[in-house]
């Protein structure tokens, strides 16, 4: 199969799962079941609804040259977490991602763009040190458990086996949406955390918020509420 | 995941990235790259007579606006040109056409056809395009003709990405566009204007430049891939920044070069660097005595080491065309010719190849109407030298 057919179905798969977690967070109230079974034909009939003759999903892949195998896998993670109620990807393996995927994102963009006369993406097309670096971060996460690591070795097949159209291997890492994510699921629970601590301690500033009736301390789950693809009901607050 | 889990995917993860590494090892790009530097055979400039001649290699008509034309020779002395067309430039209507022109001095060009639309590139290449632009063709074994154009499918031209068509037939039939992913933020931003340089083991130096948030040029090293096969390629950088774009490249031997740059700087001159590893590397961008309007320029080797650039010769317009020629590698130059010069006209996009029988060919947009075509010797290049004014 050509590489831009290919690369045309993981863009058509991601905008699918993107939007069918949109549409599951509106469709709050159906059973769990319904919700995502609705929620996965509607997004499969958005994106393929023809606009001047080209589906929705061929003009997300004219703008966008590929979707990395870390976004994919957070957009199955959310949805898979929603569906069933627990997610694939425990919170330490999420949050790395996010990491992944900001310091990724800070580190490529401003000089692929043209910030300086080095570019990070030239080593892509074929360095043994970029591919030994991989390497190294993958299997450092797997030997501390972290599934994200076996979330690089899905992308470092998908690289051997050309599954994209780019033949470069920053593409299987990292693309511009999951930066963005990446940025969003960090930065805003952290900004509401810090804006919910201050506002707290004016109003209540005698009572422990993190206690419960129980008596054991509870942590909110971090793990980034604030994406529409990321399982917010059906994690909730975790001990 | 479970410590037996873990010890599974690290071993699987070593030999994924074994692969990976050795694909890597084996690639083209591997071993230092050489310029190609082909001498071919040709009566001294003394032995000749002073031959010049112009002509137009599209027709006159009326409402179509034509727009930076390349040419290059094929096996038998045919010559093919390459050049977008429309209503006007960016036009939903714009097409790259394709010319042909068999050898002698009285040969005339074929009627222009079509070779890539904006609904053709989105057919083949299975997304929305909203317009094409600038194609440049190349070949060097005579017979494979590679064609790679721009194609917009967001914004304007600084929303640009490369696309590549081959044809084994000189022209008659082509492939299927293939996307060549150059940039990693959405693709966007890589164009083309001027001569790739064939490589000493096959493949070719295509200057190429990016012009979104920075404006820089670079350089798309292309393989030439087995038939039936995709070509290999990968860039590198010339340079940051915003101000030099559509770079020049002259080979000076097997691994020296010398680069010329569209300046988009207040400065207004055409910029230089040189390289001394066959281009994996290159100096600071500096200004030369020449001025530049933030146009195109082209360069090109002549026999005896001289440098022969085609340039508009304005800090502001378009509106003149001139032949300048350096002796030293680039350093200081000396105009020869003044090819065109009419006030608030335009005559720009330069492109330079020699052909095996010794002659020298340019061609350029031609008032927006016209691609120009002018050929020349050796021989007329020493006469105008003799009366060339600094």
Known sequence: ?239 | MKSRHAAGLMIVACLLYSWAILQTASSPFSSSPAFAVTNFPRPSAEEQRPFFSEGFITPSVHGMTVHSGSICELSGGILASVWYGGSREGGQDVCVYFSSRSPGEGGEWNNPKSIVSRDSASEELNRYIKKVGNPVIFSNSGQKLWLLYVSVSLGGWSGSSLNLKTSEDCGITWSRSVRLILNPFFNVSELVRNRPLPLAGGGFAIPIYHEFLGRFPEVLWLSQGSPGSPAAYRKSRMAGGRSYIQPSLVPLDAHNAAAFYRNMTPERSVAMATTCNAGLSWSQPRSVDLPNPNSALHAILMPGGQILMAFNDSRKERDNLRLAISDDKGEDWKRIATLENSEGAEFSYPYLVRDHGGLTHLVYTWRRKRIKHIVFNDAWVQRQMKSATP
């Open chain 1, 1 to 239: 199969m050509r590489a831009d057919v290919i690369s045309f179905l993981f863009t058509l798969l991601a905008l699918t799962l993107g939007l069918q977690g949109l549409l599951e967070h509106i469709a709050g109230n159906m059973s769990r079941v319904n919700r995502t079974y609705w929620a996965f034909v509607t997004a499969l009939s958005i994106v393929l609804i023809p606009v001047q003759g080209i589906p929705v999903a061929r003009w997300l892949a004219s703008i966008n040259a590929s979707v990395s195998i870390p976004l994919l896998t957070m957009l199955l993670n959310g949805i898979w977490a929603r569906s069933s109620g627990a997610p694939l990807m425990d919170g330490k393996s999420r949050r790395t991602a996010w990491i992944f995927g900001l310091t990724g994102g800070l580190f490529l963009y401003p000089m692929a763009l043209g910030w300086g006369s080095f570019d990070p993406y030239e080593p892509g097309y074929g360095s043994v040190w970029l591919l030994l670096s991989f390497m190294g971060l993958t299997l450092l996460l797997l030997q501390r458990k972290n599934l994200f690591g076996a979330v690089l070795v899905v992308a470092i097949l998908a690289y051997d086996l050309h599954l994209l159209e780019s033949r470069n291997v920053w593409d299987y890492f990292v693309d511009p949406l999951y930066a963005l994510s990446s940025f969003v699921a960090l930065i805003v629970p952290f900004s509401k955390k810090a804006s919910h601590h201050t506002t707290h301690q004016k109003e209540l500033p005698r009572q422990n918020p993190l206690n419960s009736e129980s008596g054991k301390t509870i942590t909110p789950n971090r793990d980034f509420q604030c994406l529409p693809f990321v399982e917010e009901k059906a994690i909730g607050w975790r001990e």
